[in-house]
């Protein structure tokens, strides 16, 4: 129990699942995923976005297989793969077979869209045999015509009942090793199905804002929803969807869940946003350090503020703060655990600040490594 009782958020109770090495649900860190947007048949290309979204930290990737050449390069991508990859099938349950067999470590699929009963049996054979987790995908855009002509309009309720129908087929074949989405652009109805659906079912959820949009607009309309979810406790798994690089779609990911307390990965800046009585430039500066920064996965805090009026406060709560001096010093306080200690010159602020990080994320690493030792 923490002091702050306000920050606390009590995560739904969902079984846990696994996709590949990653617990999804119980009490696993809530993981962030995103899609390749590469034509997955070109095995080369696909695997190079895979390395950008792996160093941008994603616990997992999924990989659209539309056709035979899709599932015929997923050997090669599975095998070259850090993170489990999960194979996004629509339809064609010959795909979902080819790629379980391939290495995928979920298939992200509607058992109800599949046809027969020997289909959907076949499918959760090879996805036992071969260790594959599932996800059943509901989309406001692509409900079945029978509960479209039932409600008359993507709902919540009809995204529920879909989201059951698919996970009774499991349940009956015996396969419980599946996370469910119900995704829609409209985040009320994302977020209003969700919520019906984490009452009716104790399944780990994978939450997302169906085609959200462009970068800011999207990433907005996201943490809005998703936050929102989070912050009630729902959600297991995200994907924030946006018309914009996967990396960007991690990058965002990982900010809704440090902004909510959730997940801490790499530097948290605390930045002002500037004005007259900047003693340096903020926004520049900020955007350096966020590029040069990139590589440190170490959870850590950093105050990059442009004057007295805030910086010594927002210095207090973090490992590292820089504050500037006031319009025309020159100069700016550098802050240590939150106590000052020395000041710098500006022009050395960037590469003083970079090598402060470096090497407390260093001391922080040592001491995990000596304390699991
Ligand atoms: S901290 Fe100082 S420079 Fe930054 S916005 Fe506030 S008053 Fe302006």
């Known amino acids: 129990m923490s002091v702050r009782t306000y920050r606390e958020i009590q995560r739904r109770k969902s079984r846990q699942i696994h996709v590949g090495s990653v617990a999804i649900g119980g009490d696993a860190p809530i993981s962030v995923q995103t899609m390749t947007n590469t034509v997955t048949a070109d095995a080369k290309a696909t695997i190079d976005q895979i390395r950008r979204i792996e160093e941008a930290g994603a616990d997992i990737v999924r990989v659209s297989c539309p056709d035979e050449e899709s599932t015929a390069a997923m050997k090669a991508i599975c095998k070259a793969s850090t993170i489990p990859v999960v194979a996004d099938i629509h339809f064609h349950y010959k795909r979902a077979i080819e790629a379980a067999e391939a290495g995928a470590a979920c298939l992200r699929i509607n058992p109800g869209n599949i046809g027969s009963a020997d289909r959907v049996r076949e499918v959760v054979k ?66 209003a199905s969700y919520h019906a659906l984490s009452e009716a079912i104790d399944c780990p959820l994978h939450l997302g804002i169906t085609e959200a949009g462009g970068l800011i607009s999207g990433t907005v309309k996201s943490a809005i929803g998703i936050g929102n979810l989070l912050w009630a406790g729902i959600g297991d798994t995200i994907r924030v969807s946006l018309s914009a690089d996967p990396v960007e779609e991690v990058r965002v990911g990982f900010d809704i869940l440090k902004s909510l307390g959730l997940r801490a990965r790499g530097v948290n800046i605390i930045s002002c946003p500037s004005c007259a009585r900047q003693g340096f430039d903020v926004i520049n500066t900020v955007k350096t350090l966020e590029d040069r920064l990139k590589h440190i996965t170490t959870p850590m805090s950093l105050s990059i503020i442009g004057c007295v009026v805030n910086g010594p406060g927002e210095a207090l709560g973090t490992d590292i703060g820089f504050t500037g001096g006031g319009a025309g010093k020159g100069h700016g306080q550098i802050y240590l655990n939150g106590q000052p200690v020395y000041r710098i010159q500006n022009p050395d602020l960037i590469d003083h600040v970079v090598e402060l990080v470096e090497k407390k994320a260093a001391e922080i690493e040592a001491a995990r490594n000596a304390a699991a030792e």
Do not use: Q
């Not at 079945?144 to 879909?162: N, R």
């Not at 349940?171 to 419980?176: G, K, P, V």
């Open 126 to 191: 090879a996805a036992k045999d071969h260790g594959c987790a599932m996800r059943i995908g509901v989309n406001a855009g692509s409900l079945e015509k029978d509960l479209m002509d039932k409600y008359g309009e993507p709902c919540p309720e009809a995204m529920v009942e879909s989201a059951l129908n698919h996970a009774r087929i499991l349940d009956d074949n015996d396969f419980r090793e599946y996370k469910i989405s119900v995704k829609a652009s409209d985040a009320f109805l994302a977020v």
